[in-house]
């Protein structure tokens, strides 16, 4: 968290969540929202943390999601947004590359016509050292 954002004790964080301080307590122990602490080692939560808790409780209670498929649904969100952090990510890497090409190509107008053409094709190749004569 920065040190900007806002962030609530567990007692102010359960009543805009709408559940008891003992619920966060439990759903920090089952994994279910990660609370940052203090120095003291009081649970702190962010604004993002009581939508998270207000969440769950909706998986809960209207739709009857069970805590660990919850639990599930949580990972699986956060796996997606890493994999399209990454593929931002990535796709940014490309564009470079695809501009320093580019680039490349304008200073030396041969490279377009050498270019490197991708495959799909895997090949290993297990290189060993020849042994000397005297090995034999």
């Known amino acids: 968290m920065s040190t900007s954002a806002k962030v609530y004790i567990i007692s102010v964080a359960a009543r805009l969540a709408g559940m008891h301080p003992q619920t966060l307590r439990?759903?920090?122990?089952?994994?279910?929202?990660?609370?940052g602490r203090a120095p003291g080692g009081g649970r702190r939560y962010s604004a993002r943390d009581v939508d998270l808790l207000r969440e769950i409780q909706r998986l809960s209670q209207e739709d009857g999601?069970?805590?660990?498929?919850?639990?599930?649904?949580?990972d699986l969100e956060n796996m997606v947004d890493e994999l399209q952090r990454r593929l931002a990510a990535t796709e940014a890497?490309?564009?470079?590359?695809?501009?320093?090409?580019?680039?490349?190509?304008?200073?030396?107008?041969?490279?377009?016509?050498?270019?490197?053409?991708?495959?799909?094709e895997t090949a290993l190749v297990v290189w060993r050292?020849?042994?000397?004569?005297?090995?034999?």
């Open 26 to 35: 439990q759903y920090d122990r089952l994994g279910l929202v990660e609370a």
């Open 65 to 74: 999601v069970n805590l660990a498929g919850i639990k599930r649904i949580i």
């Open 93 to 120: 890497a490309l564009l470079d590359a695809e501009r320093r090409a580019t680039e490349l190509a304008a200073l030396h107008p041969g490279f377009a016509r050498r270019s490197v053409v991708p495959s799909q």
């Open 129 to 136: 050292p020849r042994r000397s004569p005297e090995a034999r």
